[in-house]
C-alpha cells in the first residue's frame, strides 16, 4: 500500500484591460500650449517639457519634439498614454498621481539621438507656463489633497515576438497604422522585434494586411485610440482584443503571444496558457507532470 498527495496549481494571465469603460474627464482646467501665448479650454492635464535639442523619434509621446519648451494640454483620451510614457522613460516620475515631474527622462530606449529631457505635468489652470512654474505647482504645497490616477490599461512588460513588419512593408490607403522606423533603418526595426510588447495586425477594406510591433513606450496611446476614439466594437481574451467597425472599414487585432500576429484569426483567438501542476508522491521519488493548453 502506498500513499498519493496530489496538488494542483492554476497560473492564469489577465487581460489587456483593467477597465472596459473609456476614462471619463474629472477637470476643466486650461493649459499653455503650442506657445506660451496661446491658452487650451477644457484640459484635463496640462504638460512643459525641456529638451537641450531635437530629438526625432516616433517611439516617444514626451521625447520626440525641437529644441527648447514645448507646451501641450491633455485631453481625458490622452492623458494615460503620456503619463504611462513619463513614467517608463523617466528615473522618478510618479505612477500614483498626475501631478509630477523628473529631470531626467531618455527619449525611448532607442533614438537616433540619445538625449535626455525634462518633463513636468500638473493639473491646475496654466500651471505648465513654464517648466520651474510647473514643478511648483505639482508639489504638495499647491496641490495638498493630489489626485489620485490609476491605469485602465495593463502596463505590459514581458518581450513577444512579433512578425517582422517591415519585409514588405507599404502603407495602406485605408488604415491608420503609422510606419515606426524608417525603410532604411535596420537598427530601429531590430530594436522594436527584441523589445515589443504588443503585436498588431490590421486588415483594411481592400484584404491588405499590415502588421506593427509596439515597444513599452507608446503600446499605450496606440490601445486607447482604437478602444476610445477609432472603434466601436471590441472583444477581447486574456491575451488579444479585437477591434471591429472601426473608421475607414478597417479590422484591428492585438495579441501578446510570440507569433499571434500571423493572421486575424490567430490574434483574435490567443490566449494565456493556463499551467497545471500535478505532484504525485511515491515513498521516495515523485513524477511532476506539465500539462499545457
Not at 529644441?67 to 485631453?75: A, E, F, P, S, V
Not at 485610440?225 to 481574451?237: D, G, N, Q, V
Request: glycine residues 4%; positive net charge; charged residues 15%.
Amino acid at each position: 500500500m502506498f500513499l498519493v498527495f496530489i496538488i494542483i496549481y492554476l497560473r492564469t494571465s489577465s487581460g489587456f484591460l483593467l477597465s472596459t469603460e473609456n476614462r471619463i474627464s474629472t477637470r476643466n482646467i486650461t493649459c499653455w500650449n503650442g506657445s506660451s501665448s496661446t491658452l487650451l479650454f477644457n484640459c484635463e492635464a496640462c504638460l512643459v517639457i525641456a529638451r537641450n535639442y531635437e530629438i526625432r523619434t516616433s517611439l516617444s509621446l514626451t521625447g520626440s519634439g525641437p529644441l527648447g519648451i514645448t507646451y501641450q494640454c491633455l485631453n481625458v483620451n490622452q492623458v494615460e498614454a503620456y503619463h504611462e510614457n513619463l513614467v517608463r522613460e523617466c528615473q522618478n516620475f510618479p505612477r500614483g498621481t498626475l501631478n509630477g515631474y523628473d529631470d531626467f527622462c531618455i527619449a525611448s530606449p532607442y533614438s537616433k539621438l540619445r538625449g535626455s529631457y525634462r518633463a513636468c505635468m500638473c493639473t491646475i489652470n496654466a500651471c505648465n507656463y513654464n517648466y520651474t512654474e510647473c514643478v511648483q505647482r505639482s508639489s504638495p504645497y499647491w496641490n495638498r489633497q493630489a489626485p489620485l490616477f490609476s491605469n485602465t490599461i495593463v502596463q505590459l512588460t514581458n518581450r513577444v515576438k512579433c512578425f517582422r513588419p517591415y519585409e514588405d512593408y507599404k502603407q495602406s490607403t485605408f488604415s491608420s497604422l503609422t510606419q515606426l522606423c524608417p525603410s532604411n533603418d535596420n537598427e530601429c526595426k531590430n530594436f522594436l522585434f527584441d523589445n515589443g510588447v504588443l503585436c498588431w495586425i490590421s486588415v483594411d477594406r481592400t484584404n491588405y494586411i499590415t502588421r506593427q510591433t509596439l515597444p513599452p513606450s507608446i503600446y499605450v496611446s496606440h490601445l486607447i485610440k482604437y478602444k476610445a476614439m477609432l472603434c466601436r466594437s471590441f472583444t477581447w481574451t486574456s491575451k488579444s482584443i479585437y477591434f471591429s467597425q472601426c473608421q475607414e472599414d478597417e479590422t484591428v487585432c492585438m495579441c501578446a503571444i510570440d507569433g499571434c500576429d500571423q493572421d486575424l484569426e490567430t490574434c483574435q483567438k490567443s490566449k494565456a496558457i493556463h499551467i497545471y501542476y500535478y505532484y504525485y508522491y511515491y515513498y521516495s521519488f515523485f513524477l511532476i507532470l506539465f500539462y499545457l493548453y
